[in-house]
C-alpha cells in the first residue's frame, strides 16, 4: 500500500442465499469496517438490489454474483446468473462501489458473452498469448 493512502473498507456482493439478503433472489452488497474478510463484520449497508435497478419491487431472479474491475479504467462489473433462463447472464456497472446499489448501470447483453451453458461464472486474469491459445483450443 502507498504509503499515506487509505485503504477502503471491504465490500461483499450478497446472492440469493445469503441471509442477509432480508426478501432474496436478487443481489444486494454489504461492507465491513475492516479489511479481515470475517463474514460476522458485514452488514448490508441498502435495502436496495443492483440487479433491480431503478425497479427495486421487481424480482429479478438472480444469483451467482461475481464483481471483477477493469483494469484499465476505474469502472466495476458484476455479473449475475439469471438462474431461470439457463446459463443467461445479466452485467451491470459503476465507477463507484459506494454508489446506491440501485444506481448501478444495466449493460446491454450485446455487450458481453459467455459459453452456452455457464452457471455461477467467476474470471481470472490472463495474457493476450493465453487467451488466444484457449479461443484457438475451443
Request: charge should be positive; proline fraction near 5%.
Amino acid at each position: 500500500m502507498a504509503q499515506g493512502r487509505a485503504r477502503s473498507p471491504a465490500r461483499r456482493v450478497l446472492g440469493s442465499g445469503s441471509a442477509l439478503t432480508g426478501s432474496g433472489k436478487d443481489i444486494q452488497i454489504a461492507r465491513s469496517s475492516t479489511l479481515a474478510l470475517d463474514p460476522a463484520t458485514f452488514t448490508r449497508w441498502s435495502l436496495d438490489y443492483i440487479t433491480r435497478g431503478s425497479t427495486q419491487s421487481r424480482r429479478r431472479a438472480t444469483e451467482g454474483p461475481f464483481v471483477i474491475k477493469d483494469p484499465r479504467q476505474n469502472r466495476w462489473y458484476l455479473f449475475a446468473d439469471y438462474y431461470l433462463n439457463g446459463g443467461v447472464f445479466g452485467s451491470w456497472s459503476t465507477t463507484d462501489l459506494d454508489t446506491d446499489p440501485g444506481s448501478w448501470t444495466e449493460l446491454p447483453s450485446a455487450q458481453y458473452r459467455f459459453p452456452s451453458g455457464v452457471r455461477h461464472a467467476n474470471a481470472v486474469r490472463a495474457t493476450q498469448a493465453e487467451l488466444d491459445a484457449i479461443i484457438a483450443h475451443h
